[in-house]
């Protein structure tokens, strides 16, 4: 079994990226900023690119990385977000239909 140069990051990393499938799964966040924060770790985790357990959150970040993330929108104006809020939506119920068993699988990785 190969050591990671830095096995205590790795595990720690591990265990945010468990605790984020979680909160996803129990609607505590949603499933684009979840994608996206689990993508953001996935290499300190020890996941290549081409994990199966990452495929399916690559392909929502692919499909929605038109949704601006939150710090963003916070220079969006209110008009401008409610004219596409609808549309995220539809985005963020197509990323948890799709995304529910990957991360089901991804949490009980470790």
């Given at each position: 079994m190969c050591m990671s140069l830095n096995a205590p990051l790795q595990e720690q990393t591990r265990l945010e990226i468990k605790e984020l499938c979680r909160q996803m799964i129990e609607g505590e966040i949603g499933?684009?900023?979840?994608?996206?924060?689990?993508?953001s770790r996935a290499t300190d985790?020890?996941?290549?690119?081409?994990?199966?357990?990452?495929?399916?959150?690559?392909?929502?970040?692919?499909?929605?990385?038109?949704?601006?993330?939150?710090?963003?929108?916070?220079?969006?104006?209110?008009?401008?977000v409610a004219k596409k809020s609808p549309y995220w939506a539809e985005l963020e119920t197509w990323a948890k239909e799709f995304g529910e068993d990957a991360c089901r699988k991804l949490h009980s990785r470790w």
């Open positions: 499933y684009i900023e979840g994608t996206r924060l689990i993508l985790a020890g996941l290549k690119d081409h994990d199966s357990y990452l495929m399916d959150f690559i392909g929502i970040a692919s499909e929605t990385d038109i949704v601006p993330t939150s710090q963003v929108l916070k220079m969006w104006s209110a008009e401008a």
